[in-house]
C-alpha cells in the first residue's frame, strides 16, 4: 500500500530521531487545536455576560465528549499500530474501517441522547433559567454536528498510528483557522452571513470540524487506502470493536477523571477568595501552553511502541522509555526555569490585580518543578496504550488523582493555605512519575521475558 512506500519505518533508525519528528506537527495542531475555546471565548465574550455565561455551561459536557472521542482514538492508534508493525495491512484496512464506523454510531448515540436532556442536564449543572434557552442555542447544532467531533479524532489517530503525524497536525491547523475565519462571520453577521450570536459559534464550530472530517477521510481512502467498507459480518465486527475498546474504554476514563479533579481544586481555591480563584485561572491559562510538548509527544508515543511491539522489537521500546525519562528531566527543568523567570511577567498579561498576580507567580513558582514527573505520566500512559495494556496507566492516573494528589492538596490547603496545595500537586507529579518509569521499565522487562521463554520452547 501507498502508506508502506511513502512513510518512514519506525522500527528502524534512532528513537530520538523519529519521535521528534512526529511530535513537531502536532506541537502546531495541538496549538491549534486548544484556540477554538479561546476564539469562540473571545467572540461570545463581545455579546454580554449572558451568552459568556450560557457558553461556560457548555465547558464540562464539551469536554466529557471529547474525553469520549480522545479515548475511541486511543483505542485506534493503539490497534493499528501494533497490526501495522507487523505488516498485515488487511488488518489495518479492517480495524480503521470498522474504528470509523463505531465512531459514526457512537456519535449518532451521543447525538440523540444530548438533544433529549439538553433542559434536564443543563438544570443538574446548576444553569439558570434565563439561560436554559441561550445553551440550547449552541448545544442543539453542536450535538447534530457531533459525529464532525468523534470521527475525525478516530480518522487522525488512525494516520498518526501509521506514523503519518505531519498531515494530521496540518488538517489540525487549517480546521482552527477555519474556525477563526467562520466565528465572526456567522456570531456578529459580517459581509451578508446572517447574525447568529451564540449559535453562529456553534456553527463555525460544527463547520470547521465536517472540514477535518471530510479531509481525514479522504486521506484515510484516497493516498493511505486504508479505509474501506466496515465488516459485513458480526463476529468479525465485534472482534474489531473489542480491540479497540479495550484500550478505548480506559482511554475515556482517564481522560475524564482529569478535569473532574479540576473542579473540586477550584472549590478548594475558592475558599481564599476570588482573587484566587482568578489567579488560579490565569496560571491554568498559561500552564498548557507550556506543557504542549508534553502534549505532542504523549500524541506519537502511542503509535511508536505499538508499532514496536507489534514487530516485537522489545530493544526500541525499552530504549524508548530511557529517551522519554531522559526528556522529560531536562525539559521538565528547563520548563521550571523558563517559568520562575519570566512567569510573573507573562502572568501580568491576563491581570494587573497584585492579588491575582501573586496567586498566578505563587503557583508558576512552585509547580513546574514537577513538570517533568508529569510529562512522563502523559507519555506512560500513552505507552500502556500503545501496547495494548492500558489498565496500567489508568491505574496510575486515577492514583495520581484520587489517591494523592486530592487528599495532599485538601490536607496541604487546610493547614498551609493555597501554598500547601501547590505543594502537594508538585509531590504528585513527581511520585506518580517515578512509579510511572518504574512500571513501565518493569513491564517491558517482564513483556521481553516472556517472549524470550516462548521462543525457547
Known amino acids: 500500500m501507498s502508506s508502506q512506500r511513502t512513510l518512514p519505518s519506525l522500527l528502524e533508525g534512532p528513537v530520538a530521531a523519529h519521535l521528534r519528528r512526529l ?10 487545536t486548544m484556540s477554538f475555546n479561546v476564539v469562540d471565548t473571545y467572540f461570545v465574550a463581545q455579546l454580554g455576560d449572558g451568552p459568556l455565561a450560557a457558553m461556560s455551561f457548555t465547558f464540562p459536557v464539551v469536554m466529557v465528549i471529547n474525553a469520549l472521542a480522545i479515548g475511541l482514538g486511543a483505542g485506534t ?3 493499528v499500530a ?39 442536564l443543563f438544570r443538574l449543572l446548576g444553569a439558570q433559567e434565563r439561560l436554559l434557552p441561550l445553551i440550547a442555542e449552541y448545544m442543539v447544532p453542536w450535538y447534530l454536528g457531533a459525529v464532525f467531533a468523534v470521527v475525525p479524532m ?3 489517530s488512525a494516520l498518526r498510528a501509521i506514523g503519518n503525524s505531519a498531515i494530521t497536525g496540518r488538517i489540525l491547523m487549517a480546521v482552527a483557522l477555519f474556525n477563526l475565519i467562520l466565528d465572526p462571520l456567522l456570531i456578529f453577521g459580517l459581509y451578508g452571513f446572517p447574525r447568529l450570536e451564540l449559535q453562529g459559534a456553534a456553527l463555525a464550530t460544527v463547520i470547521a470540524r465536517g472540514l477535518s472530517f471530510a479531509i481525514a477521510l479522504h486521506v484515510l481512502v484516497r493516498r493511505e487506502q486504508i479505509l474501506g467498507m466496515p465488516s459485513r459480518h458480526w ?11 479495550a484500550v478505548g474504554l480506559p482511554a475515556i476514563a482517564t481522560n475524564v477523571i482529569i478535569p473532574m479533579s479540576g473542579g473540586v481544586v477550584v472549590a478548594l481555591v475558592a475558599s481564599h477568595g476570588a482573587d484566587a480563584v482568578a489567579g488560579l ?25 505499538g508499532q514496536n511491539a507489534g514487530a516485537n522489537r522489545h530493544d526500541r521500546l525499552i530504549e524508548t522509555v530511557s529517551v522519554l525519562a531522559r526528556f522529560s528531566i531536562f525539559f521538565g527543568i528547563g520548563l521550571a526555569l523558563v517559568l520562575w523567570l519570566v512567569g510573573g511577567k507573562v502572568a501580568s498579561l491576563f491581570s494587573d490585580s497584585p492579588q491575582v498576580l501573586a496567586v498566578a507567580v505563587a503557583y508558576l513558582s512552585l509547580v513546574p518543578i514537577s513538570y517533568a514527573g508529569y510529562g512522563f505520566v502523559m507519555s506512560a500512559n500513552a505507552a500502556f496504550n500503545g501496547l495494548g495494556h492500558p489498565l496500567p496507566g489508568t491505574f ?10 486530592l487528599p495532599l492538596a485538601w490536607i496541604g490547603n487546610y493547614y498551609w493555605g493555597i501554598q500547601g496545595l501547590f505543594v502537594a500537586t508538585v509531590i504528585s507529579n513527581l511520585a506518580i512519575g517515578t512509579m510511572a518509569w518504574w512500571w513501565l521499565r518493569r513491564y517491558l522487562g517482564t513483556r521481553e ?9
Open 77 to 79: 492508534s493503539s490497534a
Open 235 to 245: 463476529p468479525e465486527l465485534k472482534a474489531s470493536w473489542r480491540a479497540l475498546l
Open 449 to 457: 521475558a516472556q517472549l524470550q521463554n516462548a521462543l525457547a520452547k
Open 82 to 120: 501494533r497490526a501495522y508493525g507487523a505488516g498485515d495491512m488487511l488488518e489495518v484496512k479492517r480495524l480503521v474501517s470498522n474504528a470509523t464506523l463505531l465512531a459514526f454510531v457512537i456519535a449518532v448515540a451521543v447525538s440523540a441522547l444530548g438533544l433529549l436532556t439538553i433542559e434536564p
Open 396 to 405: 496510575i492516573s486515577f492514583l495520581r488523582v484520587l489517591g494523592l494528589y
Open 154 to 156: 478516530v480518522a487522525l
Open 281 to 305: 485561572g490565569v496560571a491554568l491559562r498559561i500552564e498548557p501552553v507550556a506543557l504542549i510538548v508534553f502534549y505532542a509527544l504523549s500524541s506519537v508515543v502511542g503509535p511508536f511502541m
Open 23 to 32: 511530535a513537531l506537527p502536532m506541537v502546531w495542531g495541538i496549538l491549534a
